[in-house]
T-cell receptor
Framework: AQSVTQPDIHITVSEGASLELRCNYS??????LFWYVQSPGQGLQLLLK??????LVQGIKGFEAEFKRSQSSFNLRKPSVHWSDAAEYFC???????????FGAGTTVTVRA | GAVVSQHPSRVICKSGTSVKIECRSL??????MFWYRQFPKQSLMLMAT?????????EQGVEKDKFLINHASLTLSTLTVTSAHPEDSSFYIC???????????????FGPGTRLTVL
């Protein structure tokens, strides 16, 4: 079964600074990888996804993520964070032929002025 | 496109009563819908997967008789929490998936969630 690990429970970053959120997955074949963002009391919004092809994927709100098969990682990055980026971020993995997703525990991002 | 709504957004009920939560795909027909439960500061836990016109598939440990799921049409799924108790208080999120909505493989479109509080 696939699984996802987000090692960082909470990250605090200054506005304008860069952000990187780590995600490691466990899955035997090529995974389908997603990053979602959740604001307090809200549902999940898709930031970006990876299925195949270029390992550097661009998403919404200035986010990007890089798939590294050798490291089983799919880290999310943003060069310059805005106060509105404060939220909970979830990495998720799926597998071919199965609509189910496995979610990581999430990383809370706090942005300080 | 690919908008999923949930109703109500927030519900408070007394212990022992039943609560129904609706999940609708507004601009597409969802072949598959999912129900998740999320405790504070925790991740989403998949409760069940439902396909239109068939019985829901529940994850291990989820009580079928307590969490009734109905997927009567391609745009509506309902989750009924029967005889709710305080421990059922949680944030319930639904999602929908369909290649008709442009979903690629595992992509899911999430609703805004329903906050259930059982007194």
């Amino acid at each position: 079964a696939q699984s996802v690990t987000q090692p960082d429970i909470h990250i605090t970053v200054s506005e304008g600074a860069s952000l990187e959120l780590r995600c490691n997955y466990s899955y035997g074949a090529t995974p389908y990888l997603f990053w979602y963002v959740q604001s307090p009391g809200q549902g999940l919004q898709l930031l970006l996804k990876y299925f195949s092809g270029d390992t550097l994927v661009q998403g919404i709100k200035g986010f990007e993520a890089e798939f590294k098969r050798s490291q089983s990682s799919f880290n999310l990055r943003k060069p310059s964070v805005h106060w509105s980026d404060a939220a909970e971020y979830f990495c998720a993995v799926g597998r071919l032929g199965d609509y189910k997703l496995s979610f990581g525990a999430g990383t809370t991002v706090t942005v300080r002025a | 496109g690919a908008v999923v709504s949930q109703h109500p957004s927030r519900v408070i009920c007394k212990s022992g009563t039943s609560v129904k939560i609706e999940c609708r795909s507004l601009d597409f027909q969802a072949t598959t819908m999912f129900w998740y439960r999320q405790f504070p500061k925790q991740s989403l836990m998949l409760m069940a997967t439902s396909n239109e016109g068939s019985k829901a598939t529940y994850e291990q440990g989820v009580e079928k008789d307590k969490f009734l799921i109905n997927h009567a049409s391609l745009t509506l799924s309902t989750l009924t929490v029967t005889s709710a108790h305080p421990e059922d208080s949680s944030f319930y999120i639904c999602s929908a998936s369909s290649p008709l909505a442009g979903a690629v493989d595992n992509e899911q479109f999430f609703g805004p969630g329903t906050r259930l509080t059982v007194l």
